[in-house]
Every structure is written in structure tokens, then in C-alpha cells.
């Protein structure tokens, strides 16, 4: 678990952000890098709880004190694979979810839960700037081709698993970019479109088709 009492030591971290003044001359994200020793602090705060009401409340099932307890180790790259053990993209549910596993977080009843959204995308963050997030093709194909219409989060999600599984993957997307709702629909200032573009490259190293305007 992390540190016994490190609920009591300890605040809700918020994310750190760029003053307004300077945030208006762009559309850019506005959030800093909290310092590592505030992010382990934060994994510090986490219960262990018997029943850790944060894994139901999260639609994903990530493995929420086990990655929490490994950040205060400072174990990262130990969290990253717990967080992908569960989730194919934590780069933009860390940005974009709307965290009920922090409504559902038992500390909340009491405290301020566990910034649990804030730790799970600088899990991820850091997997991508030390170089641990490396495509993954499949051992051996099996031979069979599946096409996924659309490359939505779903559709991305989707394809990488079936890719992982040996299947040779198409995805077909309609418009001239890949992301679906991730491009077209969440504005800059909540993801930056590098962050799509530099996992579709993990996707295609996987061997992943894509097929845009169809
Ligand atoms: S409910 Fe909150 S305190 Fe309990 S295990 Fe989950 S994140 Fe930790």
C-alpha cells in the first residue's frame, strides 16, 4: 500500500497550471508537470482500501492502489505496466475521463480523494519520455483479417488488441485523420494532437492498417 498514515500527511494534489495572462496567447494545454516527490506523495495517500470502491467506480477496472503504491516506490515503470494491464491509452483517459473512480474513492468520504487521474497520466507521460512505451507485434499471426470501422478511442482500442492477438488489423476511418472524437471532437487545450499522433506510430509499428477518407 503506500504510506501508512500518508492520508493524513499528505493534501489532494491539483494540477499545476500556466497563468491565464500566458495561457490566452495559444490553444495549447495549460497544465505543468506536478514535481515527481508531490506525484509519489499523492501514491502516498492511497488507503490499500479492503474494498477499493475507486476499481468499481472506474469503467476500466484499472488497478488503482496497485499502481498508486507503485509511483511511491517510485517504481514508474512497474506502474506503467499495472495501468496498461487494464488500459490500452492512459494518455487520454488521464486527460479526458471525468475520474468517477475519484468520486468513488473511499478517502473522499472524509478527505479529498486520491488524485488518482493525475497520477495515472504522469504514469504514462514518463513511460512515453524514458522510451518504455515500445510497440508490441504479435509473436506469430494467425492468418485471419479484421476490419475495424472507425478510429475513435474504441476503434483504436479495439484494433490493438486484435492486432496483439495476431489478426491482421485494417482500421478505416472517414476522415482524413486518425482519432475520431479524440481529433475532431476535444480541443487542444484539453489534449494536444501530438498525443494522439505519437501512439497511432505505436499502433503502426504494431502492424496496424489505417485507411483514411473511406
Ligand atoms: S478507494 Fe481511494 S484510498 Fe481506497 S484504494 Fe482506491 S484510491 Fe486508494
Excluded at 34 to 54: H, I, N, S, T, Y
Excluded at 120 to 126: M, T
Aim: charged share 25%.
Amino acid at each position: 500500500m503506500g504510506k501508512i498514515k500518508g492520508f493524513m500527511e499528505f493534501d489532494r494534489l491539483k494540477e499545476p497550471v500556466i497563468d491565464a495572462k500566458e495561457r490566452i496567447k495559444n490553444y495549447n494545454e495549460f497544465t505543468v508537470a506536478p514535481e515527481e516527490k508531490k506525484l509519489q506523495e499523492q501514491g502516498a495517500r492511497c488507503m490499500d482500501c479492503g474494498v477499493p470502491f475507486c476499481h468499481s467506480g472506474c469503467p476500466l477496472g484499472n488497478l488503482i492502489p496497485d499502481f498508486n503504491d507503485a509511483v511511491y516506490q517510485n517504481e514508474w515503470q512497474r506502474a506503467l505496466t499495472i495501468l496498461h494491464s487494464t488500459n490500452n491509452f492512459p494518455e487520454f483517459t488521464g486527460r479526458l475521463c471525468p475520474a468517477p473512480c475519484e468520486e468513488a474513492c473511499v478517502l473522499g468520504i472524509v478527505n479529498p480523494p486520491v488524485s488518482i487521474e493525475l497520477i495515472e497520466k504522469y504514469i504514462v507521460e514518463r513511460g512515453f519520455a524514458e522510451g518504455w512505451i515500445k510497440p508490441q507485434p504479435p509473436e506469430q499471426r494467425t492468418g485471419k483479417t479484421v476490419a475495424v470501422v472507425g478510429s475513435g478511442p474504441a476503434g483504436l482500442a479495439a484494433a490493438q488488441q486484435l492486432n496483439r492477438a495476431g489478426h491482421a488489423v485494417t482500421v478505416f476511418e472517414r476522415d482524413n485523420k486518425i482519432g475520431g472524437l479524440l481529433r475532431y471532437g476535444i480541443p487542444d487545450f484539453k489534449m494536444e494532437k501530438n498525443v494522439i499522433d505519437r501512439r497511432v506510430d505505436v499502433l503502426i509499428a504494431e502492424g496496424i492498417e489505417f485507411k483514411c477518407n473511406v
